[in-house]
């Protein structure tokens, strides 16, 4: 070897790099184990991390949420005796809910309520965004501020709502539609407009929290093409419609699940404001649960009703998904 190679082999073993292979020879390959058995190693042993953060809230629901669902699917094909054994009486108690005039007239009150608070909640949780869209001190305070209703226990808003609609002259509300020209009116005691009076009370209440939902949309909707829609001559109403709405059409879906779960299950304001009254005029499908479980003592016929409520729930649901999922293709 001459003495300009030992310089060079000198070179390359301080610096630490490997000799550049000779013209036609094989390539050697890098050491060390492959890529996939190095993600292996480092992901061995540690899959059962993400469950243990997740046990403690899976195991509050197995024990206060799963579990009684199971028992109360158990009971809606038994004819539950407390401290007398329960007797199957098999698909009985869903005959009985079916048949029933009165679960019919409540689910109807139902649909109608849960429509009328869902389409109203989200108009007016948009109108509400767009209008509180941007930065500002000034803004945070107003969103917060309209955002209270959400917070406010639900006892508290149907104390409010039911001092608001007193009946008589000197009401909230009828003084209100006295200043225009109006007669008083009854709201809740009135079958006329009780459940007219329950979708406002709903729509109230669940709009702010539509309206935030929609304030985090609307952060992800692309500027440009409301410059873009400007710069072609788009009124502020054309601008809404062919850029704000497609752009918000996954926060539309999620939201129109969630308001309609909600009013499909409205029972506390309902139970507060009118127990299903004046003359079942507000009966909702969770009150007549509710009455004939706790209050009638039949319990295996309320799980039945519940069962049932859960089942249009979740085909809504399905629904819904499958509409969204062909709308994407």
């Known amino acids: 070897m001459t003495s300009v190679e030992q310089v ?3 070179a390359r073993a301080a610096a630490g790099s490997t000799p550049r292979a000779e013209p036609g020879a094989p390539a050697r390959r890098p050491e060390g184990p492959p890529v996939s058995r190095r993600v292996r190693n480092r ?6 991390t993400p469950w243990l953060f997740l046990a ?3 195991l509050l629901f197995l024990c206060f949420k799963f579990i009684p669902m199971a028992g109360a ?5 038994q004819d539950v005796q407390p401290y007398l054994g329960n007797r199957w009486v098999g698909g009985e108690n869903y005959a009985t809910v079916l048949s029933s005039d009165g679960f019919r007239e409540a689910a109807w009150h139902t649909l109608v309520l849960a429509l009328g608070q869902t389409a109203g909640s989200m108009l007016l949780g948009l109108a509400l965004a767009l209008l509180m869209e941007g930065q500002g001190r000034r803004l945070g305070f107003v969103r917060s501020a309209a955002f209270l ?3 406010v226990p639900i006892a508290v808003v149907a104390e409010l709502w039911r001092i608001m609609y007193h009946p008589t002259g000197d009401g909230m509300l009828n003084s209100l539609l006295g200043l225009v020209g109006l007669g008083p009116s009854g709201f809740i005691n009135d079958p006329d407009t009780s459940m007219a009076s329950l979708v406002l009370t709903g729509i109230w209440r669940g709009a702010p929290y539509d309206m ?3 304030l985090a949309g609307l952060a992800g909707v692309d500027r440009g093409l409301y410059e873009a829609a400007k710069v072609d001559g788009a009124s ?3 601008r809404i419609r062919h850029v704000t709405i497609p752009g918000l059409r996954a926060v539309l879906t999620i939201l129109f699940i969630l308001a309609a779960i909600r009013g499909l299950r409205v029972f506390t304001e309902v139970f507060l404001l009118t127990n299903g009254g004046p003359d079942g ?4 499908v969770m009150t007549v649960i509710y009455k004939l479980g706790l209050e009638q003592n039949r319990l295996g016929v309320g799980a039945a009703g519940a069962v049932l409520l859960f089942l249009a729930t979740l085909l809504l649901t399905v629904c819904v998904h499958l509409f969204r999922r062909r709308g994407n293709e």
């Open 73 to 77: 699917l158990t009971m809606s094909f």
């Open 56 to 58: 403690p809230a899976l």
């Open 149 to 151: 209703p959400v917070v």
């Open 43 to 48: 992901r061995g042993g540690r899959w059962w």
């Open 281 to 284: 005029s507000t009966e909702v």
């Open 8 to 10: 060079t082999s000198a």
């Open 236 to 238: 502020r109403f054309q």
């Open 212 to 214: 935030m939902i929609f």
